[in-house]
Every structure is written in C-alpha cells, then in structure tokens.
C-alpha cells in the first residue's frame, strides 16, 4: 500500500522507480546515508532504496539498481484516482525493443494496463468483445514476459540487465535465476501455441502494449481488424493455458435409412 511511505518519500521513489523503468542505472555512495544515481539529479536515502527492495519494487546489485515486474504496477496504484488531473499525470516511457530481429519502438503508459483497454469493447449484443478468459491468458503472457525479465527498456533488448558482464563472469542464460528461466521457457510455448500468424498481435499489445490502431498501421492491415485478430490469438492462448477436457468417444455405425444391425447367433 502507498500509505506506508510518507509524501516525501513517495516523491522521491516514485522519481526513483520510474528511471528504473528506463533500463538500469549504476549508483555511487553521497554524503552521509545517501544514494546518487549516474544520470539522475539529487539523492536518495540508503534506507529508502533498501525498503524499496524488500518491498520487491527494485532489485540492487552490484552498483547498480534496476526494476521488477511489480515496479510498474506499484507506480499504477500510486496515481491517485481521486487526482481531476490524472491524465496529466500518465507515466510514459519511450522504449526500444529487439523482436524476431526487428527493432521496434513503443510509448508505454505505465498508468494503466495494457489489457484494461481490451475489457471496455462489447460487441453488437452488449457482451465484452474480449471473454473473461481471453484478457486472464493475455496477463498471464505478459507476466511472464516481465517474469523472464523481457520487458521491453530504452535502448535495451530482451537480454537482461543481469547478463551483461564483466571479465571472468559467466554471462547469458547462465545467469539467470530459475524462476527466469522457466518464465522464457513458458513464454516461448505461449507464443508456439498461437502459432506465427496470431502470436505477433498478442505480443504487441499484451507485452509491448501498442494499441489497436497502432498494429494496423504498422502491419497494414485493414480497419477494426487488428481486435479480431487478437481475439482469435487470445482465445487460442487461454486454450493453451486451460486445455478443455477431452470428450469420450463413442463409436458409431453409419447405415442407410432402415438399416438394423443383424442380431448375433448364440
């Protein structure tokens, strides 16, 4: 909850939190108990950065800090609903990304979630566009997309910040935790189980949150066509996630019209 940091400590790791956002960022010690960030004006208190990490909203290592997968849903519930002004205050980041070989790049509002959208479409009857199982597959991608520490930063790639190394270390897979590992393993069969021709549109928008409109122009597609697509890859994912139980077969026989079958002789 927001209500145990003070409004100066908020200040300061909200301004903290949304750099990490960013990419990672190396720190050095200041005067007395305080942090300063390379590209970043001021301090931050040790202790505050240190809470910030049991919290889980930042992960320290060696010189340096970077976000988690909670850092940008912290920032979301910091935003303050009762706030008349709060699309003055959306949270963008410009970032770059490395995808199948391609670099693309995407504005990122942190305020809201890139599924929240998706529940306000209805279709012709009134009922949502996007079933209830559909938008639960597409955070479930993207959770694990920001479990294996994907998620897409300014000027960075897929590669984790942690596997970025120095002389003498392992670099790569190697050091990725476990949990990371089997996250990239769960995203990779999400996206084979869409297949190629549905799985770009989910990874767009779930993961790299573009909208709508946006995978349209990009991939020249025709108008309004980009939810339908979407749909199908969403209601393939959750069929993945939750396969339905399989049928018993029953055998038949095929006859024409008045046929009976001949009764056996004991």
Same mark, same amino acid.
């Given at each position: ?10 200040? @300061? ?25 390379? @590209? ?62 391609? $670099? ?18 209805? @279709? &012709? ?25 994907? $998620? ?12 970025? &190394? ?37 990874? @767009? ?33 959750? &069929? ?27």
């Amino acid at each position: 909850m927001t209500d145990e940091w003070t409004k100066s400590e908020m200040r @300061d790791l909200q301004r903290l939190l949304r750099r990490l956002l960013r990419g990672p960022c190396e720190f050095s010690a200041g005067e007395g108990d305080m942090l300063r960030l390379v @590209d970043l004006p001021g301090a931050f208190p040790a202790a505050l950065i240190a809470r910030a990490e049991r919290r889980g909203l930042l992960v320290k290592g060696a010189g340096r800090l970077a976000a988690t997968g909670a850092t940008a849903a912290f920032l979301r519930r910091a935003l303050l609903p009762e706030d008349a002004f709060a699309g003055q205050h959306r949270i963008e980041v410009e970032v770059s990304v490395d995808y199948e070989g391609q $670099r693309q790049s995407a504005r990122r509002n942190l305020a809201e979630s890139p599924l929240s959208l998706l529940a306000r479409l209805k @279709d &012709r009857t009134g009922q949502d566009f996007f079933p209830e199982e559909a938008r639960q597959a597409g955070e479930r991608l993207l959770s694990d997309f920001h479990r294996a520490q994907l $998620r897409p930063r300014v000027t960075a790639t897929w590669e984790p910040w942690l596997s970025s &190394r120095g002389k003498g270390q392992a670099g790569g897979q190697a050091e990725l935790a476990d949990s990371a590992i089997a996250a990239r393993q769960r995203f990779s069969r999400a996206v084979e189980a869409m297949g190629p021709e549905l799985s770009g549109v989910a990874v @767009d928008v779930c993961c790299f949150e573009k909208g709508l409109e946006t995978v349209e122009r990009e991939r020249q597609w025709p108008a309004r066509s980009a939810k339908l697509m979407l749909r199908t890859a969403l209601l393939a994912l959750a &069929r993945h996630y939750a396969p339905p139980a399989p049928q018993r077969r029953t055998s038949h026989h095929w006859g024409t019209e008045g046929y009976r079958p001949p009764l056996s002789q004991p």
